[in-house]
C-alpha cells in the first residue's frame, strides 16, 4: 500500500512524540476513498473528509461521495455535514476541523484527512494565507462583470495579471476566480503575492499539538483518464440526472457552481443535447484532475504514491 518509509513517520519518536495527521491527497477518481479506507483499517482510527462538495448533504452522486458501503464501517467525518444553503469556507472547516482532530487524538495516534480540495486540505495541515480587506465596490463591480460576460474574460484577466495563481487556482471555480481578483484589483498587489511562504507554515506546524505526514496519490495519465470517464458513466446510470434536478432552486449557491452540475445545468437548460452534457462532464472533469495534481506538485512535501498496481 504505502511504502515502510511511509509508515515509519507515522510512528512517534523520543524528539517529537506527537500524533499524527495523515494527509492523503490526490485527483478525483485516483482511488482515495478505497485506499484510505485501508488504510483506516489497518490503522484502526477514523478519517476526516477535506473534500468542498462532500461536506453538502444535498449532493451525493455529482461529488462522488462515499456510500455506507464503502466506508466499510470506518468513522468519516465531514461527510454531509451541511446544506448547501449554508455558507461554508475553508477557514470555518479547517477550524471545525481542528476542534474534532483534539477529540479524536484522545482516542488515535493517527487520524487520516483526505479529499480532493487542495484549498480545504491545505487550510487544515497549513493554515491559510492572510488577505487584506477590499472595498465592497471592487467585488460588486467583478460580480456585474460575471453576469454580463462570463467567467472566462475574468479567468483571462488574472492569467495576465497574476500568473502564479492563475496556475495554482481552480479556474472553473468562479468564487475563487473573483477573489484573486478582488484582492489584485484593490490592493494594485497580485494576490499571490499574500501568499505564506515557508517560515510561516513551519511556525504553525511547530506549534500544533500533532504533526502532518502528506502523501499524494497518483496514476498514469492515460488510466486516470480512464477511470475519470467510468465514474462519469456510474455516476450517469446511478441517478445524476434527478440529483441535478432536484438541485435546480438552489443552483445559484455557491457548492453548485463546479463540474459535474454545471454540464447538467446546462443540459437542462437546452443549451445542448445529453451526448454533449457527458463528453462536457468528462472533459471538464480530466481537466479540473490536471490542476489538481499542479496544485499539489507546488507542495514540496507531499510524498508521491503511484497506485497503477494498487486497488
Known sequence: MFSPKIFTQL?????????????????????????????????????????????????????????????????????????????YSAGRFAAEAETRLVELFEKYPVVIATGGSGLYLQALTDGLDELPAVPPAVRQQLQHELQAHGLPPLVAELAATDPVAHARLDLQNHQRVLRALEVTRGTGQPFSSFHRGPAAVAALAAARPWRVVKVALTRPREELYQRIDQRVEHMLDAGLLAEVEGLLPFRHHQALQTVGYQEIFGYLDGTYDYAEAVRLLQRNTRHYAKHQLTWLRRDEAYQWVDLSDEL
Open 11 to 87: 510512528n512517534p519518536t523520543p524528539a517529537d512524540p506527537r500524533p499524527v495527521l495523515l494527509a492523503v491527497a490526490g485527483p478525483t477518481a485516483v482511488g482515495k476513498t478505497a485506499l484510505t479506507v485501508a488504510l483506516a483499517q489497518q490503522l484502526g482510527t477514523e478519517i476526516i473528509s477535506a473534500d468542498s462538495r462532500q461536506f453538502f448533504r444535498e449532493m451525493s452522486i455529482g461529488t462522488a461521495k462515499p456510500t455506507p458501503a464503502e466506508m466499510q464501517g470506518v468513522g468519516h467525518h465531514f461527510i454531509g455535514s451541511h446544506s448547501i444553503t449554508q455558507e
